[in-house]
């Protein structure tokens, strides 16, 4: 399936190829989590502090197992914007 | 201790300046800068002056912190009775002009009457005089600070002046110190501008000295170490300046739109943080130069920006071909997304320009909004605006009513009445997005609920640094709750209100709370001052203050029922984002936060809540 991802700030630097605006559409596997994203984009995980999907925030706890859905967009900083574990 | 203890008074009918000892009774309980010149405020004049008139008083003041080498600690505010809003007026500004007067020998400096012919204030440790201004007179802020430098040969002196927006009275016109540093809202500059007053220019050597020398070291060196620690000022800060919200807000649903007609914006990436960095494909520079410091700031948000020497608004114009400063989040949102416009170095310059001239980015950007909407449905016309097409996102018209409204000219001069007046005037006030007569800032409370509440009840009328809940609905700070929930909201609101008044009376910047707490900065001030300050007193002052001003409104004729926000955000859902279908639940709210207050149901604190607090 297809997701879109966001990463800000200095995050940004891990956008794959061809990407703008900060913003990548993605190929994931179906069922794949948030985490699965942050793994295959090898994203540090101290790093992705503020997680939204759709805009919602995502707290660290439910990031491993709520899967994404297609075409959902999966937004990540980094401490500086805030974003307390 | 900390204090100067020395006040400066300024007669501007007579022309005289006197030196008088602070009020160290109402220093112990109302701290310093926003809280005490508040008291001294609120105990000389009539809150039911005209803020135009020569009966309302001025006062810049500094904290007890300002001057010290506490982190952050340049700050100082002008206090008065808002030309924007009718309401208390309390503009914080950074820079080195509250450093300088400070080190001048003064607490603050209190401007009362009006003076028969423009005048500046020279003050060189402990010696003031008015001096003639008519030469200063229709200039800029930028002119004026370096003419003044120039006569007196010293270009170590800090100025703050208004533009020529205060002369010609734009409703929000600001006082700017140091280029590009302002007491920005509610319209101190137009009041500055009614006393005949350009500016206030200052030389201060004298030093401030603080209570528990060692005690004072140790408490600022560990809160200098905590911020550096601290992601969000140690780095994102610096790095990103407050810009770092645009898309987290924009992301969030919370961004407000064209007037408020959405809560996000497509062109919001265009004009965020993360594009001031980018560097252009024409020339290879980036939009941000660097950073910058305000006095003693071991954070430096600051944004000093250059725009494309090809763009369209320099080409031929060298004075803005320079560095300057740049857009902050507020600027970059009003300039931009309620404008719809996402040109960035076309914001850049209309902020230029608000920095030259002396206005409000905030107030200037909303009211070009609500002009726009007011254009779309036919209110006005190409015959009112002198023939700008006044469309959203015309990036051309943004400008030019920048450069207009900063000279008070064309349709500039009604751009400055604010959007209250202007929408009113053309028969639509349901489409200005204010309180008490102030334009929101850049967060959508259909998006962001608690900011609702901070916005209806603000006692300087819709403002994001009374009581920045932001910091814990999206950021999680000091911890994350709910953006789209009512339920705690009133408590939240009033903590961040309480703490903010605090901070805000101590002569240090608000941006430290990202990561200092009351905890961290009670220290400090308990070194540098005389007498217990605890986290649990800054509390009180604070609650103390926000009552004092709260008074100052109702006797200025405000009531509950300006205690509420525009029709839009209560009756229109939001149509994008995480909190589409909702709108802001101000009536879940506000009961419980004037119980919180210990207010009575009409909003008015209770005789039990005065003695508590000792009013
Ligand atoms: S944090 Fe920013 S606004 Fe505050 S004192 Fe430092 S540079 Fe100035």
New binding site residues.
Partial sequence: MKVTIKLFALLGEYLPAGAADNAAEIEVADGATPADVIRRLALPRESCHLVLINGLYRPPGERDDRPLQPGDVLAIWPPIAGGRD | MAWARKVLRVDLNAGTCTDEALNMDWARRYLGQRGLATKYLVEETDPRVDPLAPENKMIMATGPLTGTCAS?A??YSVITKGALTGAIACSNS??FFGNEMKNAGYDMIIFEGKSPKPVYLLVRNGDARLVDAGELWGASCWDTEERIKAAHQDPLIRVASIGVAGERGVKYAAIVNDMH?AAGRSGVGAVMGSKNLKAVAIRGTLGVKVDDFAAFMAATAAGKKVLADNAV?GQG?PTY?TQVLMNVVNETGALPTRNHQGVQFEGAHAISGEAMHEKRASDGKSNLITN????A?T????RISAIERTHYTVVDRPQYQKASGGLEYEAAWALGAATGVSDLDACTFANFICNEQGFDPISFGATVGAAMELFEIGAITTKETGGIELKFGNVHALTELAELTGRGEGFGAEIGLGSKRLCEKYGHPELSMQVKGQEFPAYDSRGIQGMGLAYATSNRGACHLRGYTVASEILGVPEKTDPLATEGKGGLVKAFQDATAAVDSAGI????TFAWTLDDIAPQIDAACEGEWTPETLLEVGERVWNLERRYNLGAGFTDKDDTLPKRLLKEAAKTGPAKGLVNGLDKMLPEYYQLRGWTTEGIPTNETLQRLAL
Avoid: K, S
Avoid at chain 2, 292 to 295: E, G, S, V
Avoid at chain 2, 509 to 512: A, E, G, I, R, S
């Fill in positions: 952050t340049g700050r950074g820079g540093r000022t800060l300046g910058n410091a305000c006095f700031c954070i430096a948000c600051g910047c608000v941006f430290t």
